[in-house]
């Protein structure tokens, strides 16, 4: 019992590595998982994968990235409806322009045609004008002769 090398470190307690010495003195696991092995799994998978439960009673890694990506899912779909939301404001204020735009563009037709039949009309008004002018001046000297001739 003096060799060391041939003796088997043996321990059945959980956690704790089974290791067998061999001729050459090399540590060799058993084919067995252990929980160092298990550790060691669970640090190379990635951190959504994780199952660590907590001892306080708390939610385990993956409850709580469940959660998180549920929190995630739900700010994607709140941002999805503010974007359809704003999606149909901006078609709408695009509508509400087209029309106004619209509207301006009857209106400014419209004060044009009234302001060109107000040019007209104005011209028209002058000509009646100066057409009674030449009446009143025709008259006023037809006048001036009929009293000349009376007053002589």
Avoid: W
């Avoid at 999606?87 to 322009?97: A, C, I, P």
């Amino acid at each position: 019992m003096s060799h060391s090398n041939t003796t088997p470190l043996r321990n059945s307690s959980p956690g704790r590595q089974h290791l067998d010495y061999s001729q050459n003195q090399q540590p060799q696991q058993h084919a067995s998982t252990t929980v160092q092995e298990t550790q060691q799994h669970q640090q190379q998978l990635p951190v959504y994968a994780s199952s660590t439960i907590s001892c306080a009673g708390g939610p385990t890694e993956k409850e709580r990235m469940i959660q998180q990506l549920m929190q995630e899912v739900g700010d994607l779909r709140q941002r999805e409806r503010d974007y359809r939301a704003l999606q149909d404001q901006l078609l709408n204020l695009e509508q509400n322009f087209g029309r106004l735009n619209e509207d301006k563009r009857r209106m400014d037709e419209d004060y044009k045609s009234r302001v060109d039949g107000n040019i007209r009309f104005i011209q028209t008004l002058r000509s009646e004008v100066d057409e009674q002018r030449s009446i009143f001046n025709d008259r006023k000297k037809q006048n001036a002769d009929l009293n000349t001739e009376l007053d002589r």
